[in-house]
């Protein structure tokens, strides 16, 4: 039930900020899907695999697939639906706590939060990078879209 809660509060959180980031109203709904997606796959990740960097990068490459397909069929950039969906999961915490541990003077703490932070930002950007390089064609028959000759 929690982990249902967790789903829906993503969707919530990616589809307002779509609205933030003036996304074009129908295309609401899949920015929505695609945070919901990126998150519950994170969290399933990180129930049989505990580790946030690596429950990031798979993640991160779910959403950036979903993120192609719904491009492709809604005929919209991916951008819209990548960094709409990509909300969930940025470290936004952990460099809240790495630079408060550091103010503070707790100098093991902050390396330690900061660290994790750069490892999570780091599988982010290489999810995206490794799934953006799968060609077209590919990319094609997972959407379902057939080009004519």
Known sequence: ??????VVVAFVATVSFAVLFQVPKEQY???GICGAVGWLCY???MNSYPSPTVSSFAAVVALTLM????AVRRKTPVTVFLICGLFPLV????????????IMGYNDLAVAKGIETIKIA???ALAIVCTFSLPAPVLGKLSGVR???
Do not use: C, D, H, W
């Open 1 to 6: 039930m929690e982990m249902l809660m967790q």
């Open 29 to 31: 709904l899949y920015s």
């Open 43 to 45: 969290l399933l990740v």
């Open 67 to 70: 993120a192609r397909i719904f």
């Open 91 to 102: 470290p936004g915490a952990g460099i809240y706590y790495t630079a408060y541990n550091f």
């Open 122 to 124: 780091v599988a982010i």
């Open 147 to 149: 080009k004519k000759l």
